[in-house]
């Protein structure tokens, strides 16, 4: 199995920024990060496709979270800027063994993190 080791969380004011980083042990067609606030379903906020890189955002998102990779590394990103106290939540790296285009639905996605927490205030 694929296995997600993820970092960056942490507790940061309003309007900062924060930079998660999370790497897998083998190639993944997609990498997508999800996150759980409180009183909130799981929902998929950034997705990244290997081929060509495209990606996707949830409306929440978009604007001021930017998803990454390198493929070298089999590395993805997620910088945050301009946090908010609702992006608040835990924050789970996803990989999917194929697909494409990636999509925003945890059901697409075969291996997970276990999820680091963001907290803004």
């Known amino acids: 199995d694929v296995q997600l080791v993820e970092s960056g969380g942490g507790s940061v004011q309003a309007g900062g920024s924060l930079r998660l980083s999370c790497t897998a042990s083998?190639?993944?067609?997609?990498m997508a990060w999800f996150r759980q606030s409180p009183g909130k379903e799981r929902e998929g906020i950034a997705t990244?496709?290997?081929?060509?890189?495209?990606?996707d955002y949830a409306d929440s998102v978009k604007g001021r979270f930017t998803i990454s990779q390198d493929y070298a590394k089999n590395t993805v990103f997620l910088q945050m800027d301009s946090l908010k106290p609702e992006d608040t939540g835990m924050y789970y790296c996803?990989?999917?063994?194929?697909?494409?285009?990636?999509?925003?639905?945890?059901?697409?996605?075969?291996?997970w993190g276990q999820g680091t927490q963001v907290t803004v205030s």
């Open positions: 996803a990989a999917a063994r194929r697909g494409f285009p990636c999509k925003r639905e945890g059901k697409n996605y075969d291996y």
């Open positions: 083998g190639y993944n067609f997609c």
């Open positions: 990244i496709g290997r081929p060509g890189g495209s990606t």
